[in-house]
């Protein structure tokens, strides 16, 4: 099933083309960069546009959370939590959320001569323009403060208020500078000390809003840092500290594979047999004696 709208919490203002036209195009502050679309979807379940003839705007989409792809005629993009890209207007394209992870998305098409010019500036031959930002409640907030502005209407004031606050939020998006704080050795810092989390967690669960919020980052910022040091997603991580646990205790003590479950936070020994049997290949019990065997 593709959608491509109808997603619960979802908002979006459409400009009619004769507004944007009348009051836009020939108001001289913002005539040459002027937002025409602007909206909102999350947890974008079967979320799908295609446009064989590409759009009569430039489009801006901010993946906050999920995953998606966007395709191109030249070729097909991966779309991760943080990330951004810009299509430009008249580029055929498609793109979609991820089928398991649907994104969350805030997303706005806008036009103008001088859109067109720092887009030609951007895309300097690519078709594609993506680029990982990080998160920022201020962005996020000056997003929410062009769209509520032009929820109330389009009178003069509103669209100038909007369209004159454009360029900012634009150059926020394009062209950030990355804080000091998001250093290699600080991002390392903070990884480390998630795993520090994590292994103080094994007898249950790890949260990724708990370990975001210990980091005071964004859940996708979290992600996509994990991600880009370890090379596995924060669950994946802790699952593997979990079963190196587990290969331990069953390798240096004689707890029952029940007994060793239940250390980890799994109760239901089946479940704990199906876990570990997923992530080493062997259930626990052949595990135990194949070693036991090599160590002999």
């Not at 895309?123 to 403060?145: D, P, W």
């Not at 109330?152 to 804080?179: K, M």
């Not at 040091?229 to 029952?256: M, V, W």
């Amino acid at each position: 099933m593709k959608k491509h709208d109808g997603f619960q919490g979802q908002k979006a203002v459409i400009i009619p083309r004769h507004i944007y036209q009348r009051a836009c195009r020939d108001q001289p502050a913002i005539s040459g960069l002027f937002i025409t679309d602007i909206g909102y979807y999350p947890n974008a379940h079967y979320h799908f546009r295609e446009r064989a003839a590409g759009a009569e705007q430039h489009i801006l989409i901010y993946c906050k959370e999920g995953r998606g792809k966007v395709q191109l005629a030249d070729a097909a993009y991966t779309v991760e939590p943080g990330e951004c890209f810009l299509i430009p207007r008249g580029v055929p394209h498609a793109y979609a959320a991820n089928e398991v992870q649907p994104w969350t998305i805030y997303w706005l098409h806008f036009a103008g001569s001088a859109a067109d010019a720092l887009v030609e500036g951007l895309r300097q031959g690519n078709a594609l323009i993506k680029k990982f930002i990080h998160f920022s409640n201020e962005r996020e907030a000056f997003f929410n403060q062009l769209y509520d502005r032009l929820e109330r209407g389009f009178s003069t004031d509103n669209l100038l208020f909007a369209n004159l606050h454009l360029p900012g939020f634009l150059a926020d998006c394009l062209f950030e500078e990355v804080p000091a704080a998001y250093s290699e050795e600080f991002s390392a810092n903070m990884i480390n000390t998630a795993i520090d989390h994590m292994q103080k967690r094994l007898a249950g669960k790890c949260r990724l809003a708990d370990l975001a919020a210990v980091l005071n980052v964004s859940v996708s910022h979290l992600c996509y840092l994990f991600k880009q040091k370890t090379g596995f997603s924060p669950i994946e991580y802790f699952n593997h500290l979990k079963i190196q646990q587990a290969c331990q205790y069953l390798l240096f003590t004689d707890l029952r594979v029940n007994e060793v479950g239940v250390r980890l936070g799994m109760e239901d020994a089946y479940y704990f047999s199906r876990f570990f049997k997923r992530q080493i290949g062997m259930s626990p019990q052949a595990y135990r004696s194949r070693r036991k065997k090599e160590a002999g």
